[in-house]
Structure formats: C-alpha cells, structure tokens
C-alpha cells in the first residue's frame, strides 16, 4: 500500500489521492494518509493541510472535506460572516470536530466545542445559533436543546433497528432527533442527504483546486 501511495505521489497525472478509511486493522492509517503528498491529499487529512487551517491559511492548503461541505450549508443560511453568532460543535476528532470549530472560528463565528467529557451539552447547546453534531450517537440530541431559529448541521450517521420495516432490518439515521427538531429549528441537513453529499462535492472540488494549483494555473474557490 505505501509503494502504491508513492507511486501515486510520483505520477504527474495524478492530481489528488483520497485513502479510503477505515483500512485493515493491521495496517496503520495515519503513516499511509501522512505518506501521501499534501498538494495531492484531496481528503485534506495531511498534518500540513490541517496546520495550514489551525492557523488560519484556507488558500495554501485542502481542506477536510466534511467540514468544508458543512460550512457551504452554514454560508448559504448565514452567508460568508458568522460575526455576532455562537456555534457549538458536538465532537473534538481530528477527522471532523476540530476542522469543524477551526472553519466556524476563520468565519468569525464564537466558537464552543462540546464532547463526552462536557458538563451540561444541553445548556450548551441552547447558546448555539449553530450547531453541528459529529458525535456518533443516534438521535441524541434532542428538541429541548435547542434554541428556536438554530441552525443544524447533523453529521451523524448511525445504524439502528427498523423492525416496521421487517425483521432484521436498519435504518440510518444521525445524532439528532430529525422529527422532533425539525419544528425548532430554522434549518437542518437530514440523514441520510444532508452533509453526506455535501462531502463527495467537496472531494471533487479539492480535486479540480489540487490540478489547477498543479498546472500553475489560479484555482478556484468553492
């Protein structure tokens, strides 16, 4: 797998390399995602492309995909400035959460992380303007935490039991209680069709930026 990344970082047709996770439990992800060049990391998973957003450089570098697919769903309800507003990310992974907070914060949002060890998520959570869960656990956040016109971004995807569909089946569904928020809210990306989609976009864009920077040529921006 390690020759294959370097052949990719080698080859001059390739302009972007995503590591599809989770990988073999005997191999080490982090040494394979971090062999790969970071100009090519079209996942933006790279110790230097999440450096370049800890401090604050979103034109260098490529950005987490998840994330960046839930900040155009947060641009298109409050626009580009998140002056005034207070955000509560539920989760602190490097994969997601703390991306997450690091986007929210450039957007000059006030910025809250929330996570397992946190005393009261649910008042937390009634400060939020926006909040984006990323937690892994099905439908916890509930109506009673949210404040009316909050904005939610569901990350979660979770499998759980769906017998009104027939024995043994699933269903998916995130880490908010869709049904009950939904009335609460003044926005909310389902499970599954919200940040789902956004993500595969956002892959595709890094990739077009990825060649463009490659080729010498001005990159777009998305």
């Known amino acids: 797998l390690m020759a294959l990344v370097a052949l990719l970082n080698a080859d001059p047709d390739v302009d972007g390399i995503l590591v599809q996770l989770p990988l073999p439990k005997h191999l080490d992800s982090d ?9 090519k990391d079209v996942d933006g998973l790279h110790i230097i492309n999440a450096g370049k957003l800890a401090t604050g450089d979103l034109k260098t570098g490529l950005l987490s995909c998840t994330p960046a697919g839930a900040m155009i769903l947060v641009r298109q309800i409050h626009g580009k400035d998140l002056s005034g507003l207070n955000a509560l990310v539920i989760g602190r992974s490097n994969l997601f959460g703390k991306p997450m907070a690091q986007l929210l914060l450039n957007a000059n949002a006030t910025v809250a992380i929330g996570h397992s060890r946190s005393r009261d998520l649910p008042e937390l959570a009634r ?6 869960a990323a937690v892994g656990r099905a439908e916890m956040v509930k109506a009673d935490w949210l404040r009316p016109g909050v904005t939610v971004i569901d990350v979660g995807i ?5 017998p009104e569909k027939g024995d043994g089946k699933f269903k998916l569904v995130g880490d908010v209680a869709f049904a009950e928020c939904k009335p609460v809210a003044q926005a909310i990306s389902p499970v599954p069709g919200g940040v789902g989609p956004m993500t595969i976009a956002m892959l595709m864009a890094n990739t077009v930026i990825a060649a463009h920077r490659r080729g010498g040529v001005t990159a777009p921006s998305f």
């Open 158 to 162: 979770n499998r759980v039991a769906a």
């Open 31 to 39: 040494t394979v995602i971090q062999s790969t060049l970071p100009e």
């Open 127 to 132: 400060q939020a303007d926006i909040l984006v």
